[in-house]
């Protein structure tokens, strides 16, 4: 299953964490779907070591963690990420700055911050 190229699980019922065991080995796949199940917990590292990723679809899951640690800003290849419907904290857009070929992003019913937006601005002194 190494040179699997596309895995659609999407409302598949799968439950409880991703295991890193197994997930580390599909390196070139270029579009996951895992949206509409029950997993949860942290996204695996691992996941950084699919670079010709183009599509990842983890909507309407369980998901938490801190988007900043996460393994997603090394996908310089993603194209499409849907976030959408988790529990990841605040998702800073500063974690996909590095992400240049990111065209679409999807983050529906999670918090997001722009730090640009959220920093004072002050006028400047004469």
């Known amino acids: 299953m190494t040179s699997l190229d596309v895995l659609t699980m999407r409302d598949c019922r799968l439950n409880g964490s991703l295991p ?19 997993l949860e917990g942290i996204l695996p590292s691992c996941l950084a070591n699919m670079t010709g990723l183009r599509l990842l ?3 309407s899951n369980h998901f938490s963690g801190i988007m900043t640690l996460s393994p997603l800003s090394s996908l310089q290849s993603l194209k499409y990420l849907d976030l959408s419907n988790n529990y990841f904290s605040p ?17 529906d019913n999670n918090e997001i911050v722009d730090e640009a937006e959220s920093q004072t601005w002050a006028p400047p002194s004469s």
Not at 20 to 38: A, F, H, V
Not at 91 to 107: A, D, G
Request: charged share 25%.
């Open 20 to 38: 890193t065991q197994g997930w580390c080995d599909l390196r070139n796949l270029k579009e996951l779907e895992l949206s509409g199940n029950e």
């Open 57 to 59: 679809g983890l909507s």
């Open 91 to 107: 998702i800073r857009l500063s974690s996909f700055y590095n992400l240049s070929k990111l065209e679409v992003i999807l983050s």
